[in-house]
């Protein structure tokens, strides 16, 4: 069955350009200017994913994401923001938002995002279970999880239910040692065997102390086993407090 896609921006360009990246997946797509034109585009013929513009007039997206989750069949709702809008970004991610996406994008960053909410969508059709989660972990979203280690280091993974939807990964692209590493920014990308590109967003701000160095022979380890083996890179975080306070327990 084909996947609906629907997308909401009041900027044409934008819901041309989304089209445009989204044309070659076979998605049957559809475009509003509007929350409102969204809402009423839910109720007659429903969707399997929905993209939004985060900052709109009358309605925003994140009272959207309110009303979609409020549906009898609610869907994954991807935020798409600007960099300075990235601390509303994460409280959708907080309020339930399945992703969010900052311009400028490319083409294989928007695939990737949309393929995994795809796969949600149908997990959650099938009534398929939801995958085990790090126990003793915050979150940022579905994204990754982060725990505070021994000696203050904070140590990222991917969360579960990320890596259940990711596919398969051939590449994992990890920031330097040293780096500098912001929460809601991109912290790492994961490139996939059918080309696509998919962003990690990082849980907490500080300087990479140290990456996994055996994603580098086995990429697939940061799916295969996200809250062992497969632990990302562990970071000398800034404000380790202030950051938990922004994301989620349980």
Known sequence: MTARILVVDDEQVVLDGVRKHLKREGYDIETVLSAREALAAL??????????????????GLALLERVHALPRPVPVIMITGYATMKTALMAMRQGAFDYI????????LQGVVARA???????????????????ARRLGGHCWVLVDPDGAARVGLEEAFA?????????ELPGV???????SVCLRL???????????????????QVNEALTADPGLAVKAPFAAGWLLRVAPRNIEEDLRGLTEG
């Open 43 to 60: 109720a007659e013929r429903g969707a399997d994913v929905v993209i939004t513009d985060l900052m709109m007039p009358e309605m925003d």
């Open 102 to 109: 900052a311009k400028p994008f490319t083409r294989a960053e």
């Open 118 to 136: 795809v796969r949600q969508s149908e997990r959650a059709e099938t009534g398929s279970a939801a995958p085990p989660r790090a126990s003793g």
């Open 164 to 172: 259940a939807t990711v596919g398969e990964v051939e590449q994992v």
């Open 178 to 184: 040293g780096d500098y590493v912001e929460q809601g």
């Open 191 to 209: 490139l996939t065997k059918d080309g696509r590109s998919h962003t990690v967003w990082c849980p907490v701000s500080g300087s990479v102390l």
